[in-house]
């Protein structure tokens, strides 16, 4: 019986940098990458020695889901590590996003995510490791990013109460929480070429992030916040009431 892992948007930004950045004590049979780009994840095997299997496709089709689903009964390894990596947002005022954009932001963010958490629990055991990739806007409802941080407030809620169901078994569950990080995010995340996004104070490497959140599962930490702005940030998003966050925010951005 095979030890594996899982990454979910491994192709780019944070979810490479799991990969490439895995500490040398996390030894696997196969790591199994998983995006949309085929190429791209194939590429990855040029960037490191271990062994890749390349699962492609959008995880916004059951098909894939269902692949790999499929994968797993076949050959029944144990899943001793999972990165749910795969996202993306969009910038703008709610009704002004495409409503199959914002759709799919839920249906990738959220749905899929859980889909493939839910495929996986069955072949985990004691030891097994699961990291769910939130983000700082889990923490709070964010003007003209909406529906992005909705559904980061669901991972991040989801991650956290998966720690604790599961803590018995032995299962380490990690929400890790960035802040603006130097990914392919925004290149997605734009919808026009107005500036909706003013100021974003830091910007932080995707290669730092996935090294905190490395430290932070094996400490057996509820959130994973790489950088002093950003966990002081969160501290203080926990403390302050919706409606001064939202006029904070809206004052920074020069929106509305």
């Known amino acids: 019986m095979s030890n594996i892992a899982i990454i979910t948007g491994a192709s780019s930004g944070i979810g490479k940098e799991f990969l490439l950045t895995m500490p040398k004590d996390k030894v ?111 923490f709070a409802p964010i003007p003209y990013l909406n529906v992005y941080a909705a559904s980061k407030a669901y991972v991040l809620s989801f991650a956290h109460t998966l720690k604790s169901e599961y803590k018995k078994q032995g299962i380490k569950v990690l929400a890790v929480c960035p802040f603006w990080t130097k990914t392919q995010f925004f290149d997605r995340a734009k919808n026009s070429d107005e500036q909706i996004i003013k100021k974003y104070f830091v910007m932080y490497d995707p290669k730092k992030v996935a090294i905190r959140a490395w430290k932070d599962l094996k400490h057996n930490r509820y959130t994973s916040s790489y950088g002093a702005f950003n966990k002081f940030l969160v501290f203080l998003m926990k403390l302050t009431p919706v409606r001064l966050k939202h006029f904070v925010w809206k004052k920074v951005q020069k929106l509305d």
Request: glycine share 6%; with cysteine; net charge negative.
């Open 28 to 138: 696997y049979d196969e790591i199994w990458v998983m995006a949309r780009n085929r190429q791209a994840l194939l590429d990855l095997s040029n960037l490191t020695d271990k062994n890749l299997v390349v699962v492609d496709g959008d995880l916004t089709d059951n098909r894939v889901i269902d692949r790999l689903i499929a994968k797993l009964e076949e050959e029944k390894p144990v899943v001793k590590l999972l990165i749910n990596c795969s996202g993306f947002g969009k910038f703008g005022k709610t009704g002004d996003v495409n409503m199959d954009e914002s759709l799919n932001m839920i249906d990738l963010n959220c749905r899929a995510l859980t889909a493939v958490t839910l495929a996986c629990l069955p072949y985990m055991e004691r030891g097994s490791e699961i990291m769910q990739v939130a983000s700082i806007a889990g």
